[in-house]
């Protein structure tokens, strides 16, 4: 199942909202469901960069969810020029990876505990193989030009436009 914040696994439709994880009952007929949400897992934190959770349910039941960095890249003072990541990276305890919850149980609480990688600045991608090995794609640091402008010139940023960016392949 992709990453989205939304997916369908044995008979329930699961979605991502604000700070939790929950579930519907698909009807026997027709696909909109009708009753209540069921939470699978709460407490997600939702403070920062990024707030959202996207997420995917592997064949035997396990709940991956991502949960992005709070900041760009762990700076004391987020997003701005010359100022280095704290070491270690505090954010780390509770973001930057990806946590493991049960899809088939309910009212589980978001925990460090359950933590199942770690460096994932901020996973998007999340989706499985034929053998069911899991794979997850991630988004860098942003601003790197900005941010570090001695390290990054023009032709090297990432922040400009296509038209803009100028590569010399001799």
Known sequence: MNSTGIAVYKGYLYAETNNRIVRYALPKTGIAPTGTAQTVVLGLPLTGDHPMHPFAIGAAGNLYVDLGSATNSCQSENRMPNVPGNKPCTELKTRGGTWRYDANRLNQHFSP???????????EGISFDSAGRIFATQHGRDQLGQNWPKLYTIKQ?????????VIDLR
């Open 113 to 123: 505990a359950e933590r199942f990688v770690t460096g994932l600045r901020n996973g």
């Open 157 to 165: 940023s990432a922040e400009q436009p296509a038209e803009e960016l």
